[in-house]
């Protein structure tokens, strides 16, 4: 027998705009029908918003846990924790670490991933082909040049490595872009000493997404009397790149991400949590950026995981919804340029065609929001969670 479900009598966000007192139909997980007028028999929505679920595409943990050292069980409830906050499809972020400890890393995702039913869809390595110039809260003693031999081997194994983040300024690191175009891998310019000039060779050679904006990058510096554009000023400015931007608040305050929306556009913006473990812990609470052992200790304080010295941060502690709410309320974008950067573009610079977006012969993970822009219903492959 299918299984079949009918949303009516709501607003549906569509790519084309936002249908008033539209309908949506699923069938076996799949949108079937998206059109105007009531759907006799449906889940009235009562005048709530239908949008597409969210695409977290860096994520490094979540209720306790890191996927640097989770089993798979425990890489499981991280994807549960976000699932529950409206993060439907979710890319497991690694970090800057020893080769045999990302490779354990990846032997876990790998299980959880084989298991059937999860909202991870692959892996995004974030390190360890970083620049020690600005390698932020990640591990400076294991940064290492790009190694194209590592990620052949890597990829026999482990086939779901969907993005690479690396400093393309480092020895190898545009070989690195093009080695993953071909590949159909997306590069990704991160934790840069690059410049301007430098950042935009890199999206010749296969670069299309900037790693965080603004967090792991130098902007304008001079030298000599002279003024030089960074990587951070490349990511505005270049349309061939789409940049990720941690919309938690205080990574970016809200003056920043408004300048940024108007700057960039939601058509190149993708909302990112890039939470790790301590996601979902209370304010004042202790925990652990990377692996439990030997990973750098942190507390949670003003939203976000601080350093230990309060210095600096040491990742955010946000879910999509807290993420998609700050961004809403920061920018006045609307709820359908919100929704396109925190499901369509991620979609569109992942290269994932069968979701991100309402329409038929889309996914049905689904999520009913309110005018407060609060999470009221999750509906992952057509089923309420």
Not at 301 to 322: C, Q
Request: aromatic share 8%; with cysteine; net charge negative.
């Amino acid at each position: 027998m299918k299984s079949a479900i009918a949303f009516t009598g709501g607003k549906i966000v569509t790519p084309c705009g936002i249908i008033e007192n539209g309908f949506c139909r699923v069938e076996n997980g799949v949108i079937t029908a998206v059109g105007e007028g009531l759907f006799e028999g449906g889940y009235d929505l009562e005048g709530r918003y239908l949008l597409p679920g969210f695409i977290d595409i860096h994520c490094h943990g979540g209720a306790g846990y890191d996927f640097m050292d989770a089993t798979p069980a425990e890489a499981e409830e991280i994807s549960r924790y976000h699932l529950l906050h409206g993060t439907t499809s979710l890319l497991a972020t690694t970090m800057t670490d020893s080769y045999p400890a990302i490779t354990a890393a990846l032997e876990n995702c790998k299980k959880v991933m084989a298991g059937g039913r999860t909202t991870i869809f692959g892996v995004h390595l974030e390190g360890p082909w970083l620049s020690p110039a600005q390698c932020g809260a990640q591990a400076e003693k294991d940064m290492k040049e790009p190694d194209l031999l590592k990620l052949s081997e890597w990829l026999k194994d482990f086939p779901f490595i969907r993005r690479v983040s690396a400093a393309p300024e480092l020895k190898g690191g545009l070989e690195l872009g093009r080695f993953c175009r071909e590949r159909g891998i997306v590069a990704s310019v991160a934790h840069t000493d690059a410049d301007f000039s430098l950042v935009e060779e890199a999206a010749e050679n296969g670069y299309t997404l900037v790693t965080h904006l603004y967090s792991g990058m130098k902007g304008v510096t001079r030298k000599n009397a002279f003024r030089t554009a960074g990587a951070v000023e490349a990511g505005l400015y270049s349309d061939k790149l789409y940049a990720e931007i941690i919309g938690d608040g205080v990574h970016l305050p809200p003056e920043l991400l408004r300048f940024i929306y108007k700057v960039k556009g939601a058509d190149k913006l993708c909302l990112i949590t890039d939470a790790m473990r301590a996601s979902g812990l209370e304010e004042g609470a202790r925990s652990v950026l990377g692996r439990l052992e030997g990973g750098l200790s942190v507390i949670v304080e003003d939203g976000v995981a601080k350093t230990e010295d309060r210095l600096s941060f040491a990742g955010s502690v946000a879910t999509m919804g807290r993420v998609f709410k700050t961004v809403a309320l920061a920018t006045g974008a609307g709820i359908e340029k919100v929704s396109q950067m925190a499901s369509g573009t991620p979609a569109r610079a992942m290269g994932l065609k069968d979701r991100g977006e309402i329409a038929p012969g889309k996914r049905a993970d689904l999520i009913v929001m309110n005018e407060d822009f609060n999470i009221e219903k999750i509906f992952f492959g057509g089923e309420e969670v």
